[in-house]
């Protein structure tokens, strides 16, 4: 078993970035970014820290209370760290810290600094400087720091989330791993899955798999949805239990190497689907596989989404869900009361990654990016529909890295094939 808790990207790589931002700055300015705060979850209890992506995307590390300050000054490039200094006490009740001697050779950084002194250090060195990129209210702990400062404020977020769009060998390696153990998880879940039990148990199946994995966090809470649950877009109470004849909609995705995996399935609690549910998922299978043929370089997710809509909208018209004159329901857009979110979004460190996307979703795809293509139906108990399809939730998600010959699925391990899920249900 690979268990690679150490995986982590070339030390390189985070030079070469801070390389590419300096070569977009202005001269004569400096740029600032701050990581995450710790945050409580009650009394002394915190949540587990996790740094900021785009300052982790810049430095490599993972310490609450720190910041990054380059300096580009008539030509000179300067990496500086601001981090917590070493404390015998703190680190024996808390743990180890990285501290301000060993921070420059560790992260390859020019200098390090106390944080307790940055609002001085930082004054001084940017004190002939024209302009400074920061992102104002992205973290606002730093927002007083950086206000105190001098000439033109311009925000780095889209530059660094271009950036962050089109992803390296190395860290594609990094996705692919989180895709890996997202598969793993739920093929797992599948084989857990059987009426009576509670979807936190099956919640508590995924995450062995991710920790067996190295994969200490999930990307995003895991939604695991019984029945109509699956209706509630981000549902998270997880606290039903499971019913025989119900499906079962999973959309968990592992965080490796701060990297996130984004996978939903659906399957019957039971292991066999009935034929209502079979007809639906079949109909989201089949719009996913025509949407999936479009996301390739220079087409988009608009493009991609249209055809899917008009998969979804012959089917749901062929099962008497939708009723009307077939170009009017097209015109009209109606699968959307089905339909509810858009077919995809970029993913890498966030879930939700970040980069533009177009005004209408509309921005030609490139080789590096990496997507999710999600399509989902969801049928209201109170919907004026046939019987047999009220309640039923329904979402498949893959993962895409998009090649110049069209596009890799990343999470082709986890089945979705009906015939696949029931045959892995049955032989468990
Ligand atoms: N897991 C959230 C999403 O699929 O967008
Ligand atoms: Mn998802
Ligand atoms: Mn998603």
């Not at 966030?350 to 177009?358: A, I, P, T, W």
Request: proline content about 3%; glycine content about 6%; charged content about 25%.
């Amino acid at each position: 078993m690979d268990l690679a808790y150490l995986a982590e990207l070339p030390k390189e790589e985070f030079v070469l970035r801070r390389q590419r931002v300096f070569e977009q700055m202005q001269d004569n300015s400096a740029l600032i970014v701050f990581t995450e705060t710790e945050k409580r979850r009650n009394n002394d209890c915190d949540y587990l820290f996790r740094a900021d992506s785009y300052f982790w995307y810049l430095t490599g590390f993972n310490e609450p209370q720190s910041a990054l300050l380059l300096i580009k000054n008539e030509g000179l490039c300067r990496s500086i760290l601001f981090l917590r200094e070493r404390d015998p006490l703190m680190e024996t009740w808390h743990g180890k810290r990285l501290g301000v001697a060993q921070a420059p050779s560790v992260l390859n950084m020019d200098e390090a600094f106390d944080i307790t002194q940055i609002q001085s250090i930082f004054a001084e060195k940017t004190q002939n400087l024209t302009a400074c990129y920061y992102a104002q209210g992205w973290q606002t702990w730093g927002d007083a720091i950086v206000q105190s400062c001098f000439g033109e404020v311009i925000d780095w977020r889209p530059m660094l989330s271009e950036m962050r769009l089109i992803k390296s060998e190395a860290e594609i390696a990094l996705i692919q791993q989180a895709c890996h153990i997202s598969a793993l998880a739920h093929i797992r879940a599948m084989k857990q899955t059987r009426p009576n039990r509670y979807e936190l148990e099956i919640e508590g199946e995924i995450q062995h798999e991710f920790s067996r994995f190295g994969a200490r966090f999930p990307a995003y809470n895991s939604i695991v949805a019984s029945g109509e649950n699956a209706c509630i877009l981000h549902y998270n109470d997880n606290n039903a239990v499971l019913q025989d004849g119900d499906l079962l909609l999973i959309d968990a995705g592992a965080e490796f190497a701060h990297y996130a995996g984004d996978i939903t399935r659906t399957f019957p609690i039971n292991g066999k689907f009935n034929e209502a549910q079979r007809a639906l998922y079949q109909l989201v299978l089949d719009s996913m596989k025509v949407a999936v043929k479009h996301l390739v370089p220079n087409s988009s997710f608009k493009v991609a989404n249209e055809a899917a809509m008009e998969v979804m909208a012959d089917g749901l018209l062929a099962l008497g869900i939708l009723k009307g004159e077939r170009e009017t329901l097209l015109a009209e857009k109606a699968v959307k009361q089905f339909y509810l979110h858009s077919l995809g979004h970029w993913l890498g460190l966030d879930v939700h990654d970040v980069g533009d996307y177009g005004q209408e979703k509309d921005r030609p795809l490139q080789i590096g990016m990496v997507l999710t293509v999600e399509p989902g139906l969801y049928i209201p108990s109170d919907a004026d529909v046939p019987e047999q399809y009220k309640g039923i939730g329904i979402r498949i998600e893959d993962n895409l890295l998009i090649t110049e010959y069209g596009n890799k699925n990343l999470t082709s391990g986890c089945p979705k094939e009906i015939a696949d899920i029931e045959a892995i249900m049955e032989n468990h």
